[in-house]
């Protein structure tokens, strides 16, 4: 076991973990967090993803102690209710939502793409975001959302 400092969303946590242990479960068990969610463990949907320094990283496969000292934000951190999001406020808009379990690893995956692309065409966004798995079958919805995020930013 280790004490650790995690910049989370810009606050300082410090957890005192094994430091090999997954990011995500440090986010979950020990600050409480719901953003990110565990699906596969293994680094395959998408459902973990959080920034760390600016880049989506799967938190499942990720060691607390490599996010030591490093800038971390959750899905939590993009925006508030007061302020969301611009893909925060598409998705409430296009409708998108039905079991929500997903949706973590969408907008923080399309968070970082749409950082670095601006007008991004349909097939850019589909590569972007081709990782991440939907099991409600909302993909054109999402797809539709993080359009019209792009063009709320751009």
Known sequence: M?????????????????????????????LGLNNPKFGCGLAQCGACTVHLDGQPIRSCVTPVS?????????????????????????????QVPQCG??????????????????KPTDAEIKTALEGVKCRCGTHVSILKAVKRAAAMMG
Request: with cysteine; charged share 25%.
């Open 2 to 30: 280790k004490d650790i400092t995690l910049d989370v969303n810009g606050q300082q946590h410090k957890v005192n973990v094994d430091p090999d242990m997954p990011l995500l479960y440090a986010l979950r068990d020990d």
């Open 66 to 94: 490599d996010a030591a000292g490093r800038k971390i934000v959750t899905l939590a951190g993009l925006g508030s209710p007061e302020k969301p999001h611009p893909l925060q406020t598409a998705y409430v808009e296009e």
């Open 101 to 118: 379990y997903c949706i973590n690893g969408w907008i923080m995956t399309a968070a970082s793409f749409l950082a670095t692309k601006k």
